[in-house]
């Protein structure tokens, strides 16, 4: 009784928004709750596939790398960003995971992480996932640049998050073209193991759903440096290595491995490389690697479900792994339509290198689990 006066309750918050907007981009597009449905009950009429883009035509700034390496046609539109399922083992191998620009990977239930992969561009990548259900800490998180978030089903809190920040997001519970199951998959596993985007279907479900593409954010993700400057290598010390936990589930790690040859950060989870099946196996690395602890707690009332609540607001101390160094860090976000901000330990600004990024957050509490290797 409780969810279900909770649900129309949002339900109501989400009519009363549309009505008072206009058509167009200020348009609440995530349709109103009217019922409790499993999302993973539909099948889905998506397919794998890709929309080839010209290669000559990728030179535009990619505002989730800082590099102009992104498709012209692609400039000023909304960025990407797929809830993908890290649930160990039924989730792996995943796919589509290699070809993201930023990773955003936090706690959610049970100790278990997701993560949230963000893409300039998903056209020419055929099947990413599995997807999992959207949660608030992510929408918070990753709000500043307007993405349009992809998914299977939220929580109580995404959805009142949705509803008071008008975020446009495709559920594909609802918007069933954008979708398909992976059925030779679903005969060993549960369904929510088996739900898959990519390219060609997420093209049709934004057709389909007429969500807005275009964006209302001019920032990147990062405060980046220029290509055409030095990178910046940091006087923190050495890190051929970092390691440090998530939550009480030891399965959930953040595991990074400078390769020196390739001047990236390969990532391992639960001792095992974590790869892209959809990409030759490749293991998924990283130029950039943002450690940032704060806050994580079980939100007062949902002990049961152990959602958990993230303090973006007053920010907290952190690490930036690059170039096979590190540097200790504060960091800040303040509102919630706030970017993140990142200082050295004597408060100046720190731009970070061009390139692919994952950024963990983790709870305070595991900062003395952090193993830095030199």
């Known amino acids: 009784m409780k969810k279900l006066i909770t649900l129309l309750f949002v339900a109501a918050i989400l009519i009363s928004m549309v009505a008072c907007n206009n058509a167009g981009d200020n348009a609440v597009i995530n349709p109103g709750i009217v019922e409790y449905k499993d999302p993973y009950a539909e099948a889905g009429e998506g397919e794998e596939g890709i929309i080839e883009v ?11 790398t800082g590099l102009y390496n992104m498709a012209v046609d692609r400039v000023g539109e909304r ?8 649930y160990i083992p039924d989730s792996w191998p995943q796919f589509g995971t ?23 561009d998903t056209r020419e990548v055929d099947k990413i996932g599995s997807i999992r259900s959207l949660r608030d800490q992510f929408l918070e998180a990753i709000y500043p640049l307007d993405p349009l978030i992809i998914h299977i089903g ?18 594909t519970g609802q918007v069933t073209p954008a979708m398909w199951t992976d059925t030779e998959r679903a005969l ?12 060609k279907s997420i093209e049709k479900g934004i057709e389909v759903s007429k969500i807005p593409t275009k964006s209302n954010s001019n920032k990147t993700a990062f405060d980046f440096l220029s290509p055409d400057d ?12 970092v390691h440090y936990f998530f ?18 950060y390969l990532k391992w989870q639960n001792g095992n490389p974590q790869i892209d099946a959809g990409n030759n196996d490749q293991q998924l690395q990283f130029d950039n690697v943002i450690l940032l602890f704060t806050d994580i707690s079980v939100i007062p009332g949902e002990e049961k479900e152990d959602l958990q609540q993230v303090d973006f607001k007053n920010g907290g101390e952190g690490y930036y792994f690059t170039k096979g160094n590190y540097i200790k860090i504060t960091w800040e976000k303040g509102d919630y339509q ?18 692919v990024t994952h950024m963990g957050v983790t709870d305070k509490k595991h900062k003395e689990t952090l193993v830095i290797t030199p």
């Not at 960025?79 to 890290?86: D, T």
């Not at 070809?99 to 893409?119: H, N, P, Q, S």
């Not at 939220?154 to 559920?171: E, G, H, K, P």
């Not at 589930?249 to 990236?264: I, L, Q, T, V, W």
Request: aromatic residues 10%; contains cysteine; glycine residues 8%.
């Open 188 to 199: 060993k596993r549960s369904i929510e193991h088996c739900k898959f985007v990519g390219g």
């Open 54 to 64: 010209d290669p000559g035509a990728k030179t535009a700034l990619n505002p989730l």
């Open 79 to 86: 960025p990407i960003a797929v809830s993908v399922n890290n």
């Open 230 to 241: 030095t990178a910046f290598v940091p006087d923190g010390g050495s890190a051929s290595a």
């Open 338 to 355: 706030s970017n993140f901000v990142f200082k050295d330990e004597d408060g100046n600004d720190i731009k970070i290198n061009v390139g």
């Open 98 to 120: 290699s070809k993201a620009d930023y990773i955003l990977e936090i706690v959610t239930e049970g100790g278990i992480t997701r993560l949230f992969c963000l893409y300039s």
């Open 154 to 171: 939220t929580s109580i809190y995404a959805d009142r998050a949705m509803a008071q920040y008008n975020f446009r997001t495709l559920n």
């Open 247 to 264: 939550s009480d589930n030891k399965k959930f790690d953040g595991d990074f491995r400078y390769d020196s040859a390739s001047e990236k």
